[in-house]
Each structure stands twice: as structure tokens, then as C-alpha cells.
């Protein structure tokens, strides 16, 4: 049984995917899901679900708003779901699976759409106190107030990672603190304030990793293609709700991967769009 509370002080280092095997390659089997673009005249596109994949009109003629985009070869228009046409250019949502060369997806098969599933409760490394979480511990927001935590992180710099807030159950929402070495100090000073409410932990990696791997990732923003560079990079939430970095790109190079593979293993959770099908 895990124990509620961590006393080491040393990092434990997670463990996931290399990012090198997400890599896509000319002639890779790939799979993407998104917002389609069909126009007269025009390739048709599969774009990234970014908010900049809209429809613009520029002097009554199409205008092509799909950073990131990749041509598409052989698409289903009568699978295509959520279908819109405003001033002549079609847009919907497409699950493809083809053979990616050269910037184009040549369409072997082709799913029905489906939204994103609704989040599995929170997984918090605290063990539930005796008789489980707290029910009904929330304000009239369904939230808690974490001004007290928040205080405490402003008074220790560089020690504390993350305060927020978690739903591990059903009606049940506790204070969540993310330490950078001993958690026993927030703890202490915290458990008067919050009491069953508060979960304290040791994040697997140090302030120093997250904020370092963070400016690393950031760098490689822009410039650069957007279909190639990343558009995203920020907090993310790992398993048992530990803090990693995430970065967010279309399709994954080699320099990025490169970049990622060298931060502390188990740092950087990916999140990519065009995914190689091995």
C-alpha cells in the first residue's frame, strides 16, 4: 500500500514513451483527427484542433485559415462530421488514418468523428483519509479557497510547484500542493487551515528541472513552420496528478525530439496531433 505521505527528499524520476517514436517520417502510416477545409479550387485540408483553424473571407474569396495544415487526398466529404459552408469554403471534423508524404495524407481509412471522452476523476497521490474524501466541502463555486496555500507559496519561493485544487470523487474537492523537495513544511503549516481537504506532495522533479526543461521548450515556439513547431509548453498533469511540462505540436520532428529525450526522463509529456501508426 502506498503510504499517504512522502518524507524523502530526493527526486524520483517517472518514466514514459521516448519521444524519438513519435517522429513522423515521409511514407509513415499516420493518424490525425481535426477540423477539414474544402474549397473550390483549393487542396482540401486537415488542420490541427487549434482555435485558429476558422473560416475568414478576404474580398469575397476563400481564405485559407489553417496553420498547420496538411493536404488531403481521398477524403470521405459524406463522413465528414458537424459540416459548415460560409462564403464558399466547407469546414467539419475528420478521423483519418493514411500514408503521409511530402505534406500531404493520402486517405486509407476514415472513422466517424467522435469528441474527446469526459475526464476520469482526478488521482491524486495522497491516500483518501479514513472513510474517503470529504463530501461537500466545496463553496457555493464548487471550489475551495486556496488563498492560505497560495500565501504560503508566495512566502517560500522556489519550493512550492503547484496549488490547485483536484476533484478525486464524486462531490468531493480538495486543496492540492506540489512541493519542490521536503513536504513536511506545507504540510505543517497548511493542515491547520485545510484539514482531510489537503493533499501535500513531493514532485518527482525539482523547481529547478521543470522551470529549466520549460525555457528549453518555450525556445523552439517560434520561429519556425506550425505544423513543426510547438504551440503550446506549460504545466501538465502527470500520473497520481504529478506536475510535468507538456508541449503541445502538430507533428514531431527529430530536433524535437531530440530536445525532449534529453530532459530528466519522464519530464515532458507530448501532446501531438499527427500521430505515426507503427
Known sequence: MRSTHRHNTEPVQATAPLASSLIVRDGDTVHAK???????????????????????TSGGRPYRACPGGIVVIGLDLSEVAGKTTYSGVTTGFADLTGRYRSGTLTVASQRTYMNTYPAAPDDPLCEAPAGGWPQGTADV?????????????????????EVGLLRPAADAVIVYVVTSGDPAPARAALTPVYGKDLCVVQSAYTYQ?????????????LPGSPLTSPNAVGGAKGPRDQVLVGVTVPMMTAPLAALIDAQPAGLVTESVWLIPVR
Do not use: W, Y
Open 34 to 56: 481535426g477540423v477539414v477545409e474544402i474549397a473550390a479550387g483549393h487542396p482540401t485540408l486537415i488542420c490541427p484542433p487549434l482555435p485558429s483553424a476558422v473560416n475568414l
Open 141 to 161: 463555486s464548487g471550489n475551495i479557497d486556496v488563498s492560505a496555500a497560495s500565501r504560503f507559496r508566495a512566502a517560500h519561493p522556489n519550493t512550492i510547484i
Open 209 to 221: 528541472q521543470i522551470q529549466q526543461t520549460t525555457k528549453a521548450l518555450q525556445a523552439r515556439m
